[in-house]
């Protein structure tokens, strides 16, 4: 919650001291899982933002890539009645905040701004409920990306993979060189990231029926037994110590060159570039093969929580800053996302951020933008959490891939009530 200083007493402070008085006193305090180096990084971008229009940055971070941890720490505040003034949040899971009607509204400062001509319709969805803006749309990630060691790629022939086969004809190589192919943490946010984007190789159609639209034919289906026979296929190239490991140390793995790639959303791109790494020189960035020219996004966006009076001044000036067109380059520059506004300049940006920026509008175009079911935009945390037990399940070899199927199915219909 924010702790309101009295404006004149700090009025008076600043003018004994010397110095210009910010126009209002306050404080944001953010709750977010942003806590690896990259991500750390990016949201000094903010903070440091705030700090200079005298806002003081109260962080609460809480760690677990995903979020999840994030949201139950989350839920405890609200009970107590004191949540934060603004929180890290995807797609469904603020839907699911604005029905209980604890979420603020940014709709005067979102009017006055134009948000609605520059923010796409895919965000917007989420950023407002019931007409109103109630969260802050900061970047857009996707998920169906491949981060390979550069070394490890010109070891195994020099040439990333475009086709299925091609990929294992490379993680083959990289096993015969001696590293272990695939940098992975087993958790199970991170093998759904991994099933996002071999669902969306088997075509956007299926994957709009299955984790979109959550037909049950599709979901149960020769496909979907398809889809699970590739996931046992890359486990075969995930080495020993996998389990529990976080996303973070697996793409250290890589770009040490321990492990050959990752896959993994384009918040790997931060780790890369915090340890010193440049595209196309120490990595190479590529979609996952079968999934050119689609794209499964999801948006972190800062959900606002009812504040006082005071504290609103703070919480808009916050939102106005995530929106402003500087920040936005600034900060997606280092995140490894594209920005949340569609006239953002693409020249602050590497060729791994140019392609994703150029990837999102093309998907948008063509029909080929989907919201990433591991990142709680394609549906709803008990549907998301009903598909994320079975991929794990089957991931870990607790079930064939027919079997898996048929869990799927069953999984979600039980989650959808
Ligand atoms: C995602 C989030 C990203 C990144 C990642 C790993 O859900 O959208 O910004 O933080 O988790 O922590």
Request: charged share 25%; glycine share 10%; proline share 4%.
């Amino acid at each position: 919650m924010l702790r309101k200083l009295l404006i004149g007493t700090m009025l008076s402070g600043a003018l004994t001291a010397g110095y210009a008085a910010p126009s209002f006193a306050d404080e944001v305090e953010v709750l977010h899982w942003w806590t690896s180096g990259g991500e750390a990084a990016a949201l000094d971008v903010l903070k440091k933002k705030l700090e200079s229009q005298g806002v003081t940055w109260k962080d609460m971070p809480v760690a677990g890539g995903g979020g999840e941890a994030a949201m139950t720490a989350l839920r405890a505040r609200v009970t107590a009645g004191d949540p934060p003034t603004a929180v890290q949040a995807l797609g469904f899971d603020i839907t699911d905040w604005a029905k209980q009607g604890v979420v603020g509204d940014l709709t005067d400062i979102a009017t006055k701004e134009g948000w609605d001509k520059v923010i796409p319709a895919a965000l917007q969805q989420f950023s407002k409920y019931d007409g109103k803006w109630i969260a802050a749309p900061v970047n857009v990630h996707s998920t169906n990306w491949i981060w390979i060691n550069k070394k490890a790629l010109d070891a195994a022939g020099g040439k990333a993979p475009e086709t299925w086969d091609e990929l294992i004809a490379v993680l083959d190589k990289m096993k015969a060189n001696g590293i272990s192919p695939i940098g992975h943490g087993g958790q199970a946010w991170q093998d759904a990231t991994i099933f996002d984007a071999v669902v969306l190789a088997e075509g956007t159609d299926f994957y709009k029926q299955s984790m979109i639209d959550l037909d049950p034919a599709a979901l149960n289906s020769d496909k979907m037994v398809e889809v699970f026979d590739h996931m046992a296929k890359l486990r075969e190239y995930v080495d020993a110590d996998f389990s529990g490991r976080d996303w973070n140390l697996a793409s250290a793995m890589v770009i040490e060159g321990k492990a050959g790639m990752q896959f993994m959303g384009d918040w790997a791109k931060g780790e890369f570039l915090k340890a010193g790494q440049k595209p196309g020189v120490d990595f190479v960035c590529i979609r996952f093969p079968g999934t050119q020219g689609a794209v499964t996004f999801n948006s972190d966006q800062f959900m606002m929580f009812k504040v006082g009076d005071a504290e609103k001044k703070a919480q808009d000036l916050m939102a106005s800053d995530i929106e402003s067109p500087d920040f936005q380059s600034a900060f997606n520059v280092v995140k490894g996302s594209a920005p949340a506004r569609t006239d953002v300049p693409n020249t602050a940006f590497d060729d791994c951020g140019k392609k994703a920026i150029a990837d999102l509008a093309e998907a948008d175009k063509n029909g080929k933008l989907f919201g990433s079911m591991a990142h709680g935009h394609a549906n709803p945390a008990a549907v998301k959490n009903a598909m994320y037990d079975v991929i794990t399940r089957h991931f870990n070899g607790e079930m064939d891939s027919k079997a898996a199927a048929a869990a799927l199915a069953e999984a979600v219909a039980a989650a959808k009530g």
